[in-house]
C-alpha cells in the first residue's frame, strides 16, 4: 500500500510539472521554476510568524504569494530592459537572501532550516495524512498535488489555444486581441501553485528537474503541442515509477533517482529521436550520401 502512494505521488507530481513545463520549454524560460522554488523562502518563513504553526497549509499560502511576487518582479525588471536570464537570477537571489536572513534572525531556534524548505522525502508521503471533520482522507500530497494537477488541466484545457499562440508567436497574439501579459501571468501563477504543492513530496529542488526534463523529452520527440504534452506526461509518469524501483534496488534517494530516470529517458531522445536525434541524423546523413554516390555511379 505505502508503495502504491509513493508511486502515485510520483505520477501526480511529475504529471503536474510536465504540463506546465511544456509551456516554460517553449518560451525558454526552463529555469523560471528554480527562481520560484528558491524565492519562495520568506514567504514560508513569514507565513510561519504570523501563524506561529508550521502547518503546510499556511506554509503553502505563503509560499504561493511570494512566488507570484517574484513572478511579478521577473516581468517587471524584463520590461525594464534587464535580459530574461539576468532578471531571474536577480529576482531569486535577492528573495533567497531575504529568507535566509529571516530563517537566522526570526526562527533560529526552529525547526525550519533548508533541509525543511528545499528537500523533500517522498518515502514519508503516506504518513503525512490531512483530516477533514475528524476523519483520515488520505496523504495530504497527494491531495495538495492532485489539486494543482487538476487546476493546471482545467485552466489549460479551456484556454489552450491563447497558451498555444502565445507561446509560439506572442507578437501574433497580441495582433490578434489576446491578452498576452495575462496568459503570462497565469501560466506563472500555475508554475508557482505547482511547484510549492510539489514541495512537500518531492523537495523544491528536484522539482525544478521535473518542470524541464520530461517536457524537453517530449521536445524532441514531436512538433506538435498536443502530442510534446501528452509525451511528457508520459515520460514522467514513467520516470516516477521507474525511479522508485531503482532506488529500491540501490537502497538510494527515490527522488534523486527518477530524476536520473528522466535524465536517461533525455538521453536515449537525444540520441535517437527520428528527428533530432544525434545518431539518427547522422546515420540520415551517411544514408544520403551513400545515394548520392549511387545516383553518380549509375550516371557515368
Request: aromatic fraction near 10%; hydrophobic fraction near 55%; include cysteine.
Amino acid at each position: 500500500m505505502n508503495t502504491w502512494l509513493i508511486i502515485l505521488t510520483g505520477v501526480l507530481v511529475t504529471s503536474a510539472c510536465s504540463i506546465v513545463g511544456c509551456f516554460l520549454v517553449l518560451r525558454r524560460m526552463a529555469m523560471i521554476g528554480d527562481a520560484i522554488s528558491h524565492s519562495v523562502l520568506p514567504g514560508i518563513v513569514i507565513a510561519f510568524l504570523l501563524s506561529g504553526t508550521r502547518d503546510s497549509v499556511w506554509m503553502m499560502f505563503g509560499a504561493a504569494a511570494v512566488g507570484l511576487l517574484s513572478v511579478f518582479l521577473i516581468q517587471l525588471f524584463h520590461q525594464g530592459g534587464v535580459q530574461s536570464d539576468a532578471s531571474i537570477g536577480v529576482v531569486f537571489t535577492s528573495l533567497f537572501s531575504v529568507g535566509v536572513i529571516l530563517v537566522s534572525v526570526f526562527a533560529r531556534n526552529v525547526d525550519l532550516d533548508l533541509d525543511c524548505v528545499l528537500y523533500g522525502e517522498i518515502a514519508y508521503v503516506p504518513w503525512n495524512t490531512l483530516e477533514l471533520f475528524g476523519a483520515d482522507i488520505g496523504p495530504k500530497a497527494i491531495w495538495t498535488v492532485g489539486i494543482a494537477l487538476l487546476l493546471s488541466m482545467l485552466v489549460i484545457g479551456l484556454f489552450y489555444k491563447q497558451f498555444k499562440l502565445c507561446a509560439f508567436d506572442p507578437g501574433l497574439a497580441a495582433a490578434v486581441g489576446v491578452p498576452v501579459a495575462l496568459f503570462h501571468y497565469v501560466l506563472m501563477g500555475l508554475v508557482s501553485v505547482t511547484t510549492v504543492a510539489s514541495f512537500e513530496s518531492v523537495g523544491a529542488i528536484l522539482v525544478v528537474g521535473m518542470l524541464v526534463v520530461p517536457p524537453l523529452t517530449a521536445y524532441l520527440l514531436t512538433d506538435r503541442l498536443s502530442v510534446m504534452i501528452g509525451l511528457s506526461v508520459v515520460c514522467g509518469a514513467v520516470s516516477a515509477i521507474g525511479g522508485y524501483y531503482v532506488a529500491s534496488w540501490l537502497d538510494a534517494s527515490i527522488t534523486a533517482s527518477m530524476i536520473s530516470v528522466a535524465g536517461l529517458l533525455l538521453a536515449l531522445a537525444f540520441l535517437f529521436s527520428p528527428s533530432h536525434g544525434v545518431v539518427m541524423r547522422k546515420w540520415k546523413q551517411r544514408r544520403e550520401l551513400r545515394e548520392l554516390h549511387m545516383q553518380d555511379a549509375a550516371s557515368v
